[in-house]
């Protein structure tokens, strides 16, 4: 398998934060811990995501902050319209975790290094 068919085979994720320096950590982690997905998008707000121009990637790896304008379960939605899987990284014990949990088309990871393992072990045939 040359180059070009790797490349080619890898998921492709987009990555919504809106606090631009979470953003860069966690495309950051991303790209080192999870080798087998492609990172195609990092938008700091839910506009720059939806307009980019690899929009819809395989899968959207959310992570809601207190201050977002856009409601995670109406992000999961858009993002099950187009059928890109959806990740979203919560706090245990947030706010956006109870709102996750109401989203049945949603997988949740708790931290980073979770998301980037389960990215790393992704089956979109599942998700």
Partial sequence: MD???TSASRATVGLFD???AGLEAARSALEQRAPSVSVVIAASSWGELLTD???PPDIVVLR???DDRVSLPYEARVCRIVDASVL???DSD??????????TSIV???SLDEAADLLESWDA???
Avoid at 94 to 103: I, L, N, P, T, Y
């Fill in 94 to 103: 947030g706010e956006d975790a109870e709102s996750a949990r109401d989203v």
């Fill in 3 to 5: 180059a070009s068919q």
């Fill in 53 to 55: 121009a690899a929009f």
């Fill in 64 to 66: 809601p902050r207190p």
């Fill in 18 to 20: 809106s606090d631009s």
């Fill in 125 to 127: 045939a599942v998700h």
């Fill in 108 to 110: 949740i990871a708790h």
């Fill in 88 to 90: 979203a990284i919560v």
